[in-house]
């Protein structure tokens, strides 16, 4: 897979297309739908692994080097045309459908021999033949490539991690929710979020990072994304300052961050994934081709509900050969030295103005305290003043 998949991401037009789509905001900008899955982990990346999950599903499914270059160019209009990713996925979807009747020279979709054709062609490719992907970081990719994929049988800081879980763990929190004793790796059939594994990987470092229910709203990735130490980890120093951790453990928890900081960070960042037959995972647990070819839908649509995710989280302990896996690596959306500082200047931007909202915020509540207790003080003194006003009363009516 990987040579041949090289093949098209070595060709001009598609750098050219890449390029277009890593600066050109009219397309790293388009929307999500308001239930996306996606747009909870993805940002302007987005566009951009939209097109590798394009590239994957076309190599997957087709293979086809003649074809590429229609379905390059209709690529491109379906990006000019839509504005939402989700429909754009459809779109690639439909359009794999649409590549698929050329390359079987079929001219009457709806005919029902014809639909089968189409259905069945896809379903075999794409299912019965296809893939699961593991992203993972850039870091392991040369001892996997030289031994395959024997899970947690390389270079980590578990034992410091559980550490930190410790520390965390005496001042009442849980910060890192991972079973380090677990060999389970998660695989996906959504190639879009195979590569935000991968950029983001390893997971559980990355969520020690950008702990919401911790940190709080405030939190944002984009300092991991542009390989920003500083950013990265200005959430769990405030936290540990505000809950008072000793000055001991916050220097225990920062340097072994520094340490896995700088452990996934010897090699510079790719999107690398890992493909493995869905059959040496599922080996009898693949979907029935039937609900597909019993849909009354237009084939297209069926064509995009073949393709579009189902498994989000195949999870597995299975030692995998050199022989049983295909390796891929592609460029990262942040790779690019002016990307990088545009998001990091917007970053600290960010940050700034939520900082400055939480201070007056602050400031608020504590004038809000200040006059809530200075109204009491001046209570209280009426009171003292009135019992000293009785007291004299009493004592005159003594008299």
Known sequence: MIKVLDDYIKRDDVKKFIKELINNHRYYEKSFNSESVYSRYILNEMALYTFYDALIKYKIVLDDIYLFD???????????????????????NKLIGKMVAIKLNIKDINDPINKKEIISYVFNNYIIDGYYIHGFSTIYYDDIKEKGLIPNDYKNYYSSMK???????????????????????????DAIMACFYSICSPGYFHDLLFNHELFGNRVRRNGYLANDLDLSTRFIKKF?????????????????IKNEWDLIHKKKRKVDLLFVKRKKLHSNNLL?????????????????RLLSPKNGNVLSSEKLSREDIKLVQLNDYYEIDENTREITLALDEELLKLEEEEKKAKEKEELD??????????????FITLGVIMSIIIILMEL
């Open 163 to 189: 550490e930190i879980n410790k520390i965390f763990n005496k001042y009442g929190y849980n910060l890192i929710d991972k079973d380090f004793d677990s060999d389970k790796i998660y695989y996906t059939d």
């Open 288 to 304: 029935d081709i039937g609900s597909f070819l019993d849909d009354d839908r237009d084939v297209y649509e069926i064509v995009d």
């Open 240 to 256: 540990m300052s505000d809950k008072n951790f000793s000055d001991l453990d916050k220097k225990c928890v920062l340097s072994i």
């Open 70 to 92: 229609e379905f390059l160019e209709q690529l491109g209009k379906i990006y000019n045309k839509l504005n939402n990713y989700e429909d754009i996925e459809i779109g690639v």
């Open 369 to 382: 305290n200040y006059g809530s207790a200075s109204v009491l003080i001046i209570l209280g003194s009426l």
